[in-house]
């Protein structure tokens, strides 16, 4: 329950209700400036200027839910990803800063390959809101993206983000490689599912979907699915990049060692975690791990 009246509520007094409801100034002012259709600078020149009586109302409600825990992505319909605004709703996860280390990682192993990225094929799998397959489609147009998720509500998100956007990829709906039978790509990456059952962290994320972060297996059966399949859906040399959780580097380096990968290596996200993991799929000729920190 609001206790906002409703009509002729100024920015000011938005805020100070906001800040009554234990709601942080930058979400209010967030939630202001896409109800208003303002930049944030303009409400801290302009705050003495009345929201109409439908922004008032939104704007209780929206204060009530972001109360209780519901994320600003979800009330406001929105995320920015790798320089990317992205449309979603709770059927999706909303993107996070660390998968965009999984994107910048897939767009050099693009840049690196001899013939350049032309006809490159790429894989997301469990693309959510499209965030992955997306952004390396809009840093790296020649390449042929396809975005796989086994959620066809999922799908729908991704597909709309994709022609808002303007920028054209395939999707695919089916769990993880099934989705794509008899085809084979040159980079695959994926953000699966990851957390284990029970884990604490579930508590603050009760708002996502829960298929999109709890995996069997203490939170490893779908990367180990995702591993064990990539094999005959990789190209020779082609690269597999996975995120994973903090804890989970040094199991999915052996797994991937172990079922042929090459060049196997992780990446520490900007909070020094080992974020990312990934590997080419060659015949293995090493079985040396490397440890190394984002490019800056
Ligand atoms: N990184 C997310 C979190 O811990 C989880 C995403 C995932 O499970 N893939 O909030």
Redesign the pocket.
Known sequence: MSHLPEDQLSIAEALAAARSHGVARLDAQLMLAALLDRPRSWLIAHDEEPLDQTQGAVFAHWLTRRRDGEPLAYLLGEKEFHGLMLRLDPSV?IP?P??ELLVDWGLRVLEARPSGSAGCRVIDL?TGSGAIALSIKHDCQTAEVTAVDASPTALAVAGRNSQALNLPITLARGSWWDAVPDQCFDLALA?????AAGDD?LA??RH?PQS????LEN?LADLDRIIAGAPVHLAAGGWLLL???HDQATWVRQRLAVSGFTDVQTLRDLAGIERCTGGRALPATTSAFRVVSPAV
Not at 191 to 195: C, D, E, F, L, R
């Open positions: 996860l996070r660390e998968t469990g953000n699966p599912p990851y957390i962290h603050a994320l996502e999109a972060l709890i995996a939170g995120e994973h959780g």
